[in-house]
């Protein structure tokens, strides 16, 4: 089962998925500007519910913000950001460690981890889950700190590199 929605504020969107696999899923977005007065088009955000899926969702051309609950970005070969949180907000800081970002294919001489805040916002630590990874906590006064990423064979990350932006 699939379902998506899509909007920036008031204004809506049209959303096609077409290519729908046991794999993967493609979604086109058509702005509804026949009854928009409109003039500077924004960023939309999509909310996308797969039931009983697996896999990996990956943005194209480096620019698409995918959240959710437990969302797996891959990277490529070219140089990626895997955006955590924008200016607005940190993503994935609602459900503990229930909702984070898993990020495979770090590679810390060509991507970047964008952060919502400053770097004394986060700690990074051993992931809950696999020794063999690391884990990005955003820092919660009174509790404990929130997973919000969770990056795939890594033991090497330091907020104070280039491999971060804080936004």
Same mark, same amino acid.
């Given at each position: 089962?699939?379902?998506?929605? /899509? @909007?920036?504020?008031?204004?809506?969107?049209?959303?096609?998925?077409?290519?729908?696999?046991?794999? /993967?899923?493609?979604?086109?977005?058509?702005?509804? #500007?026949?009854?928009?007065?409109?003039?500077?088009?924004?960023?939309?955000?999509?909310?996308?519910?797969?039931?009983? +899926? #697996?896999?990996?969702?990956?943005?194209?051309?480096?620019?698409?913000?995918? #959240?959710?609950?437990?969302?797996?970005?891959?990277?490529?070969?070219?140089?990626?950001?895997?955006?955590?949180? *924008?200016?607005?907000?940190?993503?994935?800081?609602? @459900?503990?460690?229930?909702?984070?970002?898993?990020?495979?294919?770090? !590679?810390? !001489?060509?991507?970047?981890?964008?952060?919502?805040?400053?770097? %004394?916002? @986060?700690?990074?630590?051993? !992931?809950?889950? *696999? /020794?063999?990874?690391? %884990?990005?906590?955003?820092?919660? +006064?009174?509790?404990?700190?929130?997973?919000?990423?969770?990056?795939?064979?890594?033991?090497?990350? *330091?907020?104070?590199?280039?491999?971060?932006?804080?936004?």
């Amino acid at each position: 089962m699939l379902s998506c929605t /899509s @909007y920036d504020g008031p204004d809506s969107a049209g959303l096609r998925a077409k290519n729908l696999s046991s794999g /993967s899923v493609e979604i086109k977005i058509d702005e509804d #500007t026949s009854k928009d007065s409109e003039v500077d088009h924004t960023t939309e955000e999509i909310g996308l519910l797969a039931i009983e +899926a #697996t896999g990996t969702l990956e943005g194209s051309e480096n620019t698409d913000a995918l #959240t959710g609950l437990v969302v797996n970005q891959a990277g490529t070969v070219n140089n990626d950001t895997f955006i955590v949180g *924008d200016a607005q907000k940190s993503f994935y800081d609602s @459900y503990g460690q229930q909702d984070y970002l898993e990020i495979s294919g770090f !590679s810390s !001489s060509q991507d970047l981890i964008q952060l919502y805040g400053a770097v %004394g916002d @986060y700690s990074v630590g051993v !992931s809950p889950y *696999d /020794s063999n990874d690391q %884990g990005i906590f955003l820092e919660v +006064a009174g509790m404990k700190d929130e997973l919000v990423a969770i990056v795939k064979n890594s033991n090497n990350l *330091d907020l104070n590199s280039n491999d971060f932006v804080f936004v």
